[in-house]
C-alpha cells in the first residue's frame, strides 16, 4: 500500500533533524575542546617551567641560560601588561643636613622586588626556590629617587636574588645626597619634612607601576632599630602615599622623612649665654648713674656680646629663604644694649649738667612728665608759685641801676650811709637765692625727666625677656608634640 506523500515527508524531516543536532553537538564539543586547550596553553605560556637535569646549581643555570638573552626587554609575556615594581627601604644613618644649600645626606638600604615572567621552576626538581646571579643577566627597572642630586658613592653591589616564582630581589645601599627645602624658622627648634620619590625614568604607568613593598610602620620601626648615627637630628616619622603625574603618565611612590633637630646643644650654648648676658645689663639699671659710671659698664657687656656672637657664628644657619626667629632675638638684644647705652650716656647727662639747661619745654613736660610718668610710676611733683616775688631779671636791672629800696621819711635823715649799701648787699643776695631757687626747679624736672626714661627702659627690658622666654618655651613644646 502506497504511504500518504507527507508522511514521507515528515520521517526525512526527522532524519535531517537528527543529523543537524549531532553536527551541532560535535560543534559545541569542538569549540569546548578547543577553549579548554587555549586556555592550558594560556596558563602554560603566562609561568613557563624551566627542566632542570638534576637538582643541582649548574643545572638550574643551564636552565636559565635561554632567559639571559632576554634581558634587553621588559620580562611579560603579553606586552601590554605591566610590570609592578615592589619599593622599600631602611634608612641606616642621616649623615647630616646643609641648610645653605638645601640638601639632606642620608644613608640608606633599599629594597626592589620585581618578577620576571620568563621565569618559573620547580624547587624539587632543581634543589633550591632561590639563586644568586649577576644583576646584568636580567632586565632591571630604572628606578631613580628623584631628589637626588649627587652621584651614589655607597659601594656597589653587583648581584641579585632570583626565586623559584619568578620574583627577583635587588638589595643595595645607597648615599642618598638629597634636594630638601628647609624652614629653618623655628631654628633650633625645628622640624624638616624631606622627601624621597621613587619612580621608572623612562617607563610610563602603562610599563611599570610602583607600589610599597611591606608596610610603612614596619619600615619605621626596622629604621628605628638599626639606625646607628646619633648626631644632630634624630628621625620621627616616616609615611608614604603614592602619586601618578597626569601631564606625564608616571606612577610615583613618595615617601615622607620627618626629622627633629636636637636643641640641647644650641640652647646651652646660644640661649643661656644670650640670656645671662641680656639679664645682666637689665638688672645693670638698678646701679644709679650720677655715683657710679654706668656706660663704662653697658660698653663692656656690649662688648663681651659681640665677642660672644662672633665665636657662635658658626652654629647659627645660613639660607637666604627666611631669617631664623633666634637671628632675630640676638640682633634685639643687640640693639636694646646699645639702646641702654645710649640712654645710660643721656640721663648721666642730665644729672650732671641739667642746672645750665633751659627750662623743660612743654610737649616734653607733657609726654614725659605727665602721660608716660604716670605709665611708670612717677607722677609729675608739685611745683612751687612764685609769681609774687620779684622776678630775678628785675632784681638784677634794679641792682645795676643803682636803685634802692624807699626809705621811711622819718627815718631818711637818720639812716647812715652803711645801711643804704647793706641794702644793696642784701638786694644781692637775694638775687642769687632766687637764680639757685630757679635752677633748682629746672634741674629737678630734668633729673626726673631722666628717671622717667630710665624706668621706661628698664620696663621695656623686663617685658622683652618675659615675652621672648615664653616664645622659645612655646616653640619648643610646639616642637616636641609634632
Given at each position: 500500500?502506497?504511504?500518504?506523500?507527507?508522511?514521507?515527508?515528515?520521517?526525512?524531516?526527522?532524519?535531517?533533524?537528527?543529523?543537524?543536532?549531532?553536527?551541532?553537538?560535535?560543534?559545541?564539543?569542538?569549540?569546548?575542546?578547543?577553549?579548554?586547550?587555549?586556555?592550558?596553553?594560556?596558563?602554560?605560556?603566562?609561568?613557563?617551567?624551566?627542566?632542570?637535569?638534576?637538582?643541582?646549581?649548574?643545572?638550574?643555570?643551564?636552565?636559565?641560560?635561554?632567559?639571559?638573552?632576554?634581558?634587553?626587554?621588559?620580562?611579560?609575556?603579553?606586552?601590554?601588561?605591566?610590570?609592578?615594581?615592589?619599593?622599600?627601604?631602611?634608612?641606616?644613618g642621616i649623615l647630616g643636613v646643609d641648610e645653605k644649600a638645601q640638601l639632606l645626606?642620608?644613608?640608606?638600604?633599599?629594597?626592589?622586588?620585581?618578577?620576571?615572567e620568563f621565569i618559573s621552576w620547580d624547587p624539587e626538581q632543581c634543589g633550591t626556590?632561590?639563586?644568586?646571579?649577576?644583576?646584568?643577566?636580567?632586565?632591571?627597572?630604572?628606578?631613580?629617587?628623584?631628589?637626588?642630586?649627587?652621584?651614589?658613592?655607597?659601594?656597589?653591589?653587583?648581584?641579585?636574588?632570583?626565586?623559584?616564582?619568578?620574583?627577583?630581589?635587588?638589595?643595595?645601599?645607597?648615599?642618598?645626597?638629597?634636594?630638601?627645602?628647609?624652614?629653618?624658622?623655628?631654628?633650633?627648634?625645628?622640624?624638616?619634612?624631606?622627601?624621597?620619590?621613587?619612580?621608572?625614568?623612562?617607563?610610563?604607568?602603562?610599563?611599570?607601576?610602583?607600589?610599597?613593598?611591606?608596610?610603612?610602620?614596619?619600615?619605621?620601626?626596622?629604621?628605628?632599630?638599626?639606625?646607628?648615627?646619633?648626631?644632630?637630628?634624630?628621625?620621627?616619622?616616616?609615611?608614604?602615599?603614592?602619586?601618578?603625574?597626569?601631564?606625564?603618565?608616571?606612577?610615583?611612590?613618595?615617601?615622607?622623612?620627618?626629622?627633629?633637630?636636637?636643641?640641647?646643644?644650641?640652647?646651652?650654648?646660644?640661649?643661656?649665654?644670650?640670656?645671662?648676658?641680656?639679664?645682666?645689663?637689665?638688672?645693670?639699671?638698678?646701679?644709679?648713674?650720677?655715683?657710679?659710671?654706668?656706660?663704662?659698664?653697658?660698653?663692656?657687656?656690649?662688648?663681651?656680646?659681640?665677642?660672644?656672637?662672633?665665636?657662635?657664628?658658626?652654629?647659627?644657619?645660613?639660607?637666604?629663604?627666611?631669617?631664623?626667629?633666634?637671628?632675630?632675638?640676638?640682633?634685639?638684644?643687640?640693639?636694646?644694649?646699645?639702646?641702654?647705652?645710649?640712654?645710660?650716656?643721656?640721663?648721666?647727662?642730665?644729672?650732671?649738667?641739667?642746672?645750665?639747661?633751659?627750662?623743660v619745654p612743654r610737649w616734653v613736660r607733657v609726654v614725659v612728665l605727665q602721660n608716660?610718668?604716670?605709665?611708670?610710676?612717677?607722677?609729675?611733683?608739685?611745683?612751687?608759685?612764685?609769681?609774687?616775688?620779684?622776678?630775678?631779671?628785675?632784681?638784677?636791672?634794679?641792682?645795676?641801676?643803682?636803685?634802692?629800696?624807699?626809705?621811711?621819711?622819718?627815718?631818711?635823715?637818720?639812716?647812715?650811709?652803711?645801711?643804704?649799701?647793706?641794702?644793696?648787699?642784701?638786694?644781692?643776695?637775694?638775687?642769687?637765692?632766687?637764680?639757685?631757687?630757679?635752677?633748682?626747679?629746672?634741674?629737678?624736672?630734668?633729673?626726673?625727666?631722666?628717671?622717667?626714661?630710665?624706668?621706661?627702659?628698664?620696663?621695656?627690658?623686663?617685658?622683652?625677656?618675659?615675652?621672648?622666654?615664653?616664645?622659645?618655651?612655646?616653640?619648643?613644646?610646639?616642637?616636641?608634640?609634632?
Amino acid at each position: 500500500m502506497k504511504q500518504p506523500r507527507h508522511r514521507g515527508r515528515v520521517k526525512n524531516f526527522k532524519m535531517m533533524s537528527a543529523k543537524h543536532f549531532e553536527l551541532k553537538l560535535s560543534d559545541r564539543s569542538f569549540w569546548t575542546m578547543t577553549f579548554i586547550l587555549f586556555s592550558i596553553t594560556q596558563a602554560l605560556s603566562l609561568e613557563p617551567l624551566l627542566n632542570c637535569s638534576e637538582p643541582t646549581n649548574l643545572a638550574l643555570l643551564d636552565a636559565l641560560t635561554p632567559v639571559f638573552d632576554l634581558r634587553f626587554i621588559r620580562p611579560v609575556i603579553n606586552i601590554n601588561n605591566y610590570t609592578e615594581v615592589y619599593v622599600s627601604f631602611t634608612m641606616y644613618g642621616i649623615l647630616g643636613v646643609d641648610e645653605k644649600a638645601q640638601l639632606l645626606t642620608t644613608y640608606i638600604w633599599q629594597n626592589i622586588v620585581w618578577k620576571n615572567e620568563f621565569i618559573s621552576w620547580d624547587p624539587e626538581q632543581c634543589g633550591t626556590e632561590e639563586i644568586t646571579l649577576p644583576r646584568t643577566q636580567f632586565w632591571t627597572p630604572d628606578i631613580v629617587i628623584n631628589e637626588l642630586v649627587s652621584k651614589n658613592t655607597a659601594p656597589f653591589v653587583p648581584y641579585v636574588h632570583v626565586n623559584s616564582d619568578g620574583k627577583i630581589y635587588d638589595y643595595s645601599p645607597v648615599r642618598v645626597v638629597s634636594s630638601c627645602r628647609l624652614n629653618i624658622y623655628t631654628f633650633p627648634f625645628d622640624v624638616q619634612n624631606c622627601t624621597f620619590t621613587f619612580n621608572s625614568y623612562t617607563h610610563r604607568n602603562k610599563d611599570i607601576v610602583v607600589n610599597l613593598n611591606r608596610p610603612i610602620t614596619q619600615i619605621l620601626k626596622n629604621t628605628l632599630a638599626v639606625m646607628s648615627t646619633v648626631g644632630e637630628w634624630q628621625l620621627i616619622d616616616i609615611t608614604a602615599h603614592k602619586e601618578s603625574v597626569a601631564g606625564l603618565n608616571i606612577d610615583e611612590l613618595i615617601f615622607h622623612i620627618g626629622l627633629r633637630r636636637k636643641s640641647t646643644l644650641y640652647v646651652v650654648n646660644l640661649l643661656i649665654p644670650s640670656c645671662s648676658l641680656i639679664t645682666v645689663d637689665l638688672f645693670s639699671f638698678l646701679l644709679p648713674p650720677q655715683s657710679v659710671d654706668r656706660s663704662a659698664f653697658k660698653m663692656t657687656l656690649i662688648l663681651g656680646y659681640t665677642v660672644f656672637l662672633l665665636l657662635m657664628n658658626d652654629l647659627l644657619p645660613v639660607t637666604g629663604n627666611t631669617i631664623p626667629l633666634i637671628n632675630v632675638f640676638f640682633a634685639l638684644c643687640l640693639a636694646l644694649m646699645v639702646a641702654s647705652l645710649l640712654e645710660t650716656i643721656l640721663i648721666t647727662h642730665l644729672y650732671s649738667s641739667s642746672s645750665r639747661f633751659a627750662p623743660v619745654p612743654r610737649w616734653v613736660r607733657v609726654v614725659v612728665l605727665q602721660n608716660l610718668g604716670c605709665c611708670v610710676g612717677l607722677p609729675p611733683k608739685p611745683t612751687k608759685d612764685h609769681s609774687t616775688d620779684m622776678s630775678p631779671n628785675a632784681v638784677r636791672e634794679e641792682i645795676k641801676a643803682g636803685k634802692t629800696p624807699p626809705m621811711p621819711l622819718e627815718l631818711e635823715d637818720t639812716t647812715p650811709g652803711e645801711l643804704r649799701k647793706l641794702g644793696r648787699d642784701l638786694r644781692a643776695i637775694r638775687l642769687q637765692v632766687e637764680q639757685q631757687r630757679s635752677g633748682d626747679q629746672k634741674s629737678e624736672e630734668w633729673i626726673q625727666v631722666a628717671s622717667i626714661i630710665d624706668r621706661f627702659l628698664f620696663g621695656l627690658y623686663t617685658l622683652f625677656i618675659s615675652v621672648s622666654s615664653i616664645t622659645m618655651i612655646w616653640i619648643w613644646v610646639e616642637s616636641d608634640r609634632r
